[in-house]
């Protein structure tokens, strides 16, 4: 079975600097997608950002990044000029690319903000 | 265009009371999720329902059933409440089975059981 560990209860960072959040995974496909998403004191479940296991680029939606290196299996997000509205739960999915499109979550890293 | 919603928003329940979870898309998506979010931990799979007419098992199903309306509406019930089932609970849906399409979640209904 496909796990996903994110060792980072909590995290923080002053407004307007980077802050990278870690996710390990363990599957032995070989193709698949990974996703960060992002849950603010609403509860809703945004997605942040996605990634093929195929495309060796790494993806990136404005200021978030990844950092995917899949002989590692890692999988880590990249906040740059970090925002109060950044402040949230972040969660790491992963999806097998065939069959039912069932996301596997991480624990969660609780991001902080300081003005 | 509401996308996922999920009814109700709260509830409590006490041991051994049973109700059903709402949800409902109206995206014309084919699959449809239940996740349960606990405390400290990410989202887990109840149940899924790849597409109108089939339903199956998740990662946490005991407890659980659901049961697949049409292709809009997605419900979960409790037929015997516990404690241990105390959680946020999440409906989502996507476009197609077998490809990459986004899941779109739910806001999410807080259950209490006492």
């Known amino acids: 079975a496909q796990t996903v560990t994110q060792s980072q209860p909590e995290m923080s960072v002053q407004e307007a600097e980077t802050v990278t959040l870690s996710c390990t995974y363990d599957t032995s496909e070989s193709d698949y997608y990974l996703f960060w998403y992002k849950q603010p004191p609403s509860r809703q479940m945004i997605l942040v950002i996605r990634q093929e296991a195929y495309k060796q680029q790494n993806a990136t939606e404005n200021r978030f990044s990844v950092n995917f290196q899949k002989a590692a299996k890692s999988f880590s997000l990249k906040i740059s000029d970090s925002q109060l509205g950044d402040a949230a739960m972040y969660f790491c999915?992963?999806?097998?690319?065939?069959?039912?499109?069932?996301?596997?979550f991480g624990q969660g890293t609780r991001l902080t903000i300081n003005p | 265009n509401a996308g996922v919603t999920q009814t109700p928003k709260f509830q409590v329940l006490k041991t051994g009371q049973s109700m059903t979870l709402q949800c409902a898309q109206d995206m014309n998506h084919n699959s449809m999720y239940w996740y349960r979010q606990d405390p400290g931990m990410g989202l887990r799979l109840i149940y899924y329902?790849?597409?109108?007419?089939?339903?199956d098992k998740g990662e946490v199903p005991n407890g659980y059933n659901v049961s697949r309306l049409n292709k809009r509406e997605f419900s979960l019930r409790l037929e015997s409440a516990a404690p241990s089932q105390t959680s946020v609970y999440f409906c989502a849906s996507s476009e197609n089975y077998g490809s990459y399409n986004e899941q779109f979640f739910g806001p999410g209904t807080r259950l209490t059981v006492l």
């Open positions: 999915a992963y999806r097998r690319t065939k069959g039912a499109q069932k996301l596997v």
């Open positions: 329902s790849a597409s109108e007419g089939t339903t």
